[in-house]
């Protein structure tokens, strides 16, 4: 079974770090783009971050560029997000998923995801 797993999810102060992990299973993801999606409270499901198989190329959306970092470990078939300086806004459950559509933030351009790991910020 194809799967996505995220991991790493939780409770943090404002300004604090989390690193969220998502572990693939049932098949290589080294040749899929990669990508972290949110979805916040009462909101849609965002684009966050994403990356090339090779991990060579990375897109981010505006509100967490300098902040957040995506990368991942092909031999572990793992993708992360490295997330710092947290603010109240970031909270959301956080979603990995994998798709052969390069650069594409197009949620329906994804074909597998992970059931996602809810990451909450406080004051």
């Known amino acids: 079974q194809v799967r996505l797993v995220e991991s790493g999810g939780g409770l943090v102060q404002a300004g604090g770090s989390l690193r969220l992990s998502c572990a693939g299973s049932?098949?290589?993801?080294?040749?899929?783009?990669m990508a972290w999606f949110r979805q916040a409270p009462g909101k849609g499901r965002e684009f966050v971050a994403g990356l090339t198989g090779s991990g060579s190329s990375t897109d981010y959306l505006d509100s967490v560029k300098g902040r957040f970092t995506i990368f991942r470990d092909n031999a572990e078939n793992t993708v992360y997000l490295q997330m710092d300086s947290l603010n109240l806004e970031d909270t959301a459950v956080y979603y990995c998923?994998?798709?052969?559509?390069?650069?594409?933030?197009?949620?329906?351009?994804?074909?597998?995801w992970g059931r996602g790991t809810q990451v909450t910020v406080s004051s």
């Open positions: 049932g098949r290589t993801f080294s040749g899929d783009y």
């Open positions: 998923a994998a798709t052969t559509v390069v650069y594409t933030r197009y949620q329906y351009n994804y074909n597998t």
